[in-house]
Every structure is written in structure tokens, then in C-alpha cells.
């Protein structure tokens, strides 16, 4: 069983920078990949960023440039850096990985960007 718990989130001003953290425990196998998706108040989750366990990345248009991730394989755990916030990145944010043939979510991360 794999336990993934997300931190960073909270309040910050359009233009402001966060980073989150996605950190896994349990049975984690060296070969996997993360991504980080978001669900804003009464919209689908959308995924924001991935990165493999090779470290190859791909990012939403709406977040390229502004947003990075990246992973420590030695703590098995994943960032998303946030920079140039805008009101319409507020939503909670998740990060799900994918090891073999199985999955697992996050409980989530709330990021409000607001004035």
C-alpha cells in the first residue's frame, strides 16, 4: 500500500509563489511517475504537471512557465513550485501516482489565489 500526503497550500496574492509537496510512503518502488492535478468549486479535475520516474515532464498550457516540478527520489517525494499566481489556479490541488498497474491519490491541498 502506498500513502500519499500533500502540503504547502494556503493563501497567497495574485503574483505570489507556493510549493507544494506531495510525499510518499509505504511500498514505493524506484520506477514511478507523479502528477499534480487540481478541482476548482464546480469544475472537473484537470491535471496541472507530471514527471517520470526518468525525469521527464509535461505541464497544462495554462501552467507552463509559471509552474515546476520536480522530485527527490532519495525522500520519494514530489514538488510542484508555483510562481506568477493568477485567481483562476485556485482550486485543490492533488497529486496521484502511478506505479505498475496501480494508482493513488492524495487527500488534497487547498490554494486560494486571491486580493
Known amino acids: 500500500q502506498v500513502q500519499l500526503v500533500e502540503s504547502g497550500g494556503g493563501s497567497v496574492q495574485p503574483g505570489g509563489s507556493l510549493r507544494l509537496s506531495c510525499a510518499a510512503s509505504?511500498?514505493?518502488?524506484?520506477?514511478?511517475?507523479v502528477g499534480w492535478y487540481r478541482q476548482a468549486p464546480g469544475k472537473q479535475r484537470e491535471p496541472v504537471a507530471a514527471?517520470?520516474?526518468?525525469?521527464?515532464?509535461n505541464y497544462a498550457d495554462s501552467v507552463k512557465g509559471r509552474f515546476t516540478i520536480s522530485r527527490d527520489g532519495s525522500k520519494n517525494t514530489v514538488y510542484l513550485q508555483m510562481n506568477s499566481l493568477k485567481p483562476e489556479d485556485t482550486a485543490v490541488y492533488y497529486c496521484?501516482?502511478?506505479?505498475?498497474?496501480?494508482?493513488?491519490w492524495g487527500q488534497g491541498t487547498q490554494v486560494t489565489v486571491s486580493s
Open positions: 496521484k501516482l502511478w506505479m505498475g498497474n496501480s494508482t493513488y
Open positions: 509505504g511500498s514505493i518502488f524506484s520506477i514511478y511517475a
Open positions: 514527471i517520470t520516474s526518468g525525469g521527464s515532464t
